[in-house]
């Protein structure tokens, strides 16, 4: 499978705990976003690499939370000390990054803080 | 700020029926995608428009972009029940630079056998 890859696809987790997400994009794509979604809602960004490069962030991402593509390839969310308000799908997606592309999204990773 | 509003937000028909989604905005976009999820998964691609005006189809899906590419609509012919799920529009800010995807709420549609 050469699609976006993500994991662990599900999450449980006790509020206050770390928990870090992996995203391995299409091998090609220079460009990796990161989205939130919650029930019912579209994708929110939160945040995008070019390369190794983090080129733009949300303001949806507070301080406990940090991505980084360290060698432009996989890359990881970590969010600290986790909230109720973080329970959501992360998206990983990925593109060429040339004009017109389009982005390919993995299958989501689910977080429930608990 | 950048907003994509999709309209209708939910739709059930009945199978057979057709339906139009639409999804507008004040900003130009360099290029917009169509995607539909299932419950639990990721978005997967429909299609992405590129030149204002253009239409394609995909079976029995037809997208076109607007003149302006400041909207897009969705027409699906005789729907069935496998259509069910959330359409999603995404697009990119033309002027801005950035190659941040905005995405629009999402119509929610339902396909009754």
Request: aromatic fraction near 10%; charge should be neutral.
């Amino acid at each position: 499978d050469t699609g976006v890859s993500q994991n662990p696809r599900h999450k449980i987790t006790k509020r206050g705990q770390n928990v870090t997400f992996r995203c391995d994009p299409i091998s090609e794509h220079n460009r990796l976003y990161w989205y939130r979604q919650t029930l019912g809602q579209g994708p929110e960004f939160l945040t995008y690499f070019q390369n190794e490069a983090q080129l733009e962030k949300s303001r949806l991402l507070s301080d406990r939370f940090s991505a980084e593509r360290p060698k432009g390839s996989f890359s990881t969310l970590e969010i600290q000390r986790t909230e109720q308000g973080d329970s959501a799908m992360y998206l990983c997606a990925s593109s060429l990054g040339t004009s017109g592309n389009t982005i390919y999204f993995g299958e989501g990773s689910w977080l429930t803080v608990v | 700020t950048q907003l994509l509003e999709q309209s209708p937000q939910f739709l059930s028909i009945q199978e057979g029926e057709n339906l139009t989604v639409y999804c507008n905005s004040s900003s130009v976009f360099s290029s917009l995608q169509w995607y539909r999820q299932e419950p639990g998964e990721g978005p997967v691609l429909l299609v992405t428009v590129v030149t204002g005006g253009e239409v394609k189809k995909l079976k029995r899906l037809t997208f076109q972009f607007g003149d302006a590419r400041k909207d897009s609509s969705l027409h699906i012919t005789a729907a069935q029940p496998g259509d069910t799920g959330l359409y999603l529009c995404a697009g990119v800010d033309a002027i801005s630079g950035t190659y941040k995807y905005i995405f629009g709420t999402g119509t929610r549609l339902k396909v009754l056998a």
